[in-house]
Nanobody
Framework: QVQLVESGGGLVQPGGSLRLSCVLS????????MRWYRQPPGKQREFLAW???????YYSDSVKGRFTISRDNAESTVYLQMNSLKPEDTAVYYC??????????WGQGTQVTVSS
């Protein structure tokens, strides 16, 4: 059974940085396209970025230039480096694993709070 576990969230001041991690277990990480989403309080879940199994990336306009998605297939981990954080980046951050013909898998989320 594939499981995803996010970590790295926390409280950070505006302008600060955080790196989120998402570890996949129970499956072949390298085949999955990995995505990051976030859900601010009282709002819908928002797509942020994806990375293909080959390392190609795509970002939403809301985070392009501030966030970087990367992956380490040897560690079965996808990362989200978040820089220049703003209060509006406060949300629960989720990772997702997708692959054609397979179920979609989600992690439980990690809380990021940007506040002074």
């Amino acid at each position: 059974q594939v499981q995803l576990v996010e970590s790295g969230g926390g409280l950070v001041q505006p302008g600060g940085s955080l790196r989120l991690s998402c570890v996949l277990s129970g499956g072949a990480f390298s085949i999955y396209r990995m995505r990051w989403y976030r859900q601010p309080p009282g709002k819908q879940r928002e797509f942020l970025a994806w990375i293909t199994s080959a390392g190609g990336t795509y970002y939403s306009d809301s985070v392009k230039g501030r966030f970087t998605i990367s992956r380490d297939n040897a560690e079965s981990t996808v990362y989200l480096q978040m820089n220049s954080l703003k209060p509006e980046d406060t949300a629960v951050y989720y990772c997702e694993a997708t692959h054609l013909g397979h179920p979609d898998y989600w992690g439980q989320g990690t809380q990021v709070t940007v506040s002074s």
